[in-house]
């Protein structure tokens, strides 16, 4: 079972006002904020917190909306197994999936209807009932259910395929400016601080320990300033919380 954390709406708008950036064209292709890489390191850190233990899934995922009153069917994400871009979520030593990174509402997608999503949580959307969520064992099933999900009149599911997984080490945390190289540690580099991801990941523990200052009400530049102008020696105190 994963954390209650994860279910809190309290922590999962903490996470996204750290880790969602706006909508952009990445390359010429749209990237809609998510930073799917920082939400799977640091969530899986507060988790390892918390004694669970899962590892990185990298891989394809799709969210797919119905034709609804009028409405054609639409999709974020990648639209085939052949994409050349990739997601990358949670998995438990259980195999339930843990994706929190999604924003589906105010998306900047055309077409795409706003939808409540506060994450796939033990492989079910939150909040229940808004959604269905299919794990694919192929890329020809993922294209496949992709098809089979646009012809769901009204319906919202979030489709993935799991290509590889990755070990959540401590090189991977303690390295996470170089290591996950997302358009958000490009942002983050410009604070100048290499133990930013790891100050971080100690917030979020305290924030899900029911402890700390809530960051959520402020703007993202002033959230990670705060962030960045915690204590140094970051990097330790996680090492030793994290049991490495």
């Known amino acids: 079972m994963a954390a209650e954390f994860l279910k809190s709406r309290a922590f999962i708008a903490e996470l996204h006002r750290l880790l969602w950036i706006e909508p952009f064209r ?3 292709i749209f990237d809609p904020g998510w930073s799917c890489r920082d939400h799977a390191v640091l969530v899986g850190c507060t988790l390892r917190a918390n004694g669970i233990y899962a590892v990185l899934s990298h891989g394809k995922n ?3 909306q119905g034709a609804s009153d009028g409405w054609a069917p639409m999709g974020i994400g990648q639209p085939a197994a052949h994409s050349n871009d990739s997601h990358t979520w ?3 030593q259980s195999g339930m999936l843990l994706d929190p990174s999604p924003r589906l509402s105010a998306t900047g997608v055309p077409g795409w209807r706003s939808v409540e999503c506060l994450g796939i949580i033990e492989s079910r959307w939150l909040p229940e009932g808004t959604g269905e969520v299919v794990s694919c064992g ?3 099933e993922y294209d ?4 089979l999900a646009s012809h769901r009149t009204g319906a919202n599911t979030a489709l993935y ?3 590889n997984d990755e070990e959540l080490t401590a090189d991977l945390v303690t390295d996470s400016l170089e290591r996950i190289n997302s358009p958000l540690t490009a942002e983050l580099r410009r604070l100048g601080d290499v133990e930013i991801y790891c100050k971080a990941a100690l917030h979020l523990a305290e924030i899900a320990a029911g402890k ?4 959520a009400g402020l703007s993202h530049q002033k959230a990670w300033s705060i962030i960045a ?4 020696g970051a990097t330790n105190r996680l090492i030793k919380l994290l049991g490495w």
């Not at 700390?212 to 960051?215: E, I, Q, V, W």
């Not at 102008?229 to 140094?232: D, E, H």
Request: aromatic share 8%.
């Open 212 to 215: 700390g200052r809530p960051l």
């Open 229 to 232: 102008s915690s204590p140094a």
């Open 138 to 140: 192929s890329g020809s």
């Open 62 to 64: 799709m969210f797919v």
């Open 161 to 163: 395929w799991e290509e």
């Open 90 to 92: 949670l998995k438990t």
């Open 26 to 28: 990445n390359r010429g």
């Open 144 to 147: 496949q259910a992709i098809a």
